[in-house]
T-cell receptor, first 109, second 117 residues
Framework: GQNIDQPTEMTATEGAIVQINCTYQ??????LFWYQQHAGEAPTFLSY??LDGLEEKGRFSSFLSRSKGYSYLLLKELQMKDSASYLC??????????WGAGTKLIIKP | GAVVSQHPSWVICKSGTSVKIECRSL??????MFWYRQFPKQSLMLMAT?????????EQGVEKDKFLINHASLTLSTLTVTSAHPEDSSFYIC?????????????FGPGTRLTVL
């Protein structure tokens, strides 16, 4: 079966750095997304990785290792508004989007 | 970027009534739209894939006669929850794929919160 694992919840301090990991086992791979979702709102796009390596976009970076079935989202200089759920999603060989359960990130002052 | 709208944002209805939710792609033509449901503190669950001009493809366990999907044009898909019951209360989110985007990003609507009394 297809599976995406990410931690259920993480806590970090304002101004610090946090890394949210995602491991996946899917039938094929055509890319990996990270989305941010605030409570009661729809997900918003953060990043897309299809090749190995690090993609940096401002305070957020996303890393992919296809051989390890592993990705992480790195958030720097954390702000209170970064408190949200972060969803990892993989496009499989049928171009279906397989979703992880999401990681709830709690930022403390 | 591509914009997707949903209407209504929230709806409260009585048990046994039907509710229609609209999903529109505002600045692109979406041949494929997706309908998700999300219960509190849970991840998105794909309900169905809506293809313009053809029947929707439903995920296992989703009743196609209860959740009617119509994708009549390249910019509009509708989800009708028929004979709604309290257990159908959820956050319904649509998304659309923009053919002009090289990778398979899905652009999400703002969601519709349905409460069935």
């Amino acid at each position: 079966g297809q599976n995406i694992d990410q931690p259920t919840e993480m806590t970090a301090t304002e101004g610090a750095i946090v890394q949210i990991n995602c491991t996946y086992q899917t039938s094929g791979f055509n890319g990996l997304f990270w989305y941010q979702q605030h409570a009661g709102e729809a997900p918003t796009f953060l990043s897309y990785n299809v090749l190995d390596g690090l993609e940096e976009k401002g305070r957020f970076s996303s890393f992919l290792s296809r051989s390890k079935g592993y990705s992480y989202l790195l958030l720097k200089e954390l702000q209170m508004k970064d408190s949200a759920s972060y969803l990892c999603a993989v496009i499989d060989s049928n171009y279906q989007l397989i979703w992880g359960a999401g990681t709830k990130l709690i930022i403390k002052p | 970027g591509a914009v997707v709208s949903q209407h209504p944002s929230w709806v409260i209805c009585k048990s046994g009534t039907s509710v229609k939710i609209e999903c529109r792609s505002l600045d692109f033509q979406a041949t494929t739209m997706f309908w998700y449901r999300q219960f509190p503190k849970q991840s998105l669950m794909l309900m169905a894939t809506s293809n313009e001009g053809s029947k929707a493809t439903y995920e296992q366990g989703v009743e196609k006669d209860k959740f009617l999907i119509n994708h009549a044009s390249l910019t509009l898909s509708t989800l009708t929850v028929t004979s709604a019951h309290p257990e159908d209360s959820s956050f319904y989110i649509c998304s659309a794929r923009d053919p002009g985007v090289s990778y398979n990003e899905q652009f999400f609507g703002p969601g519709t919160r349905l409460t069935v009394l």
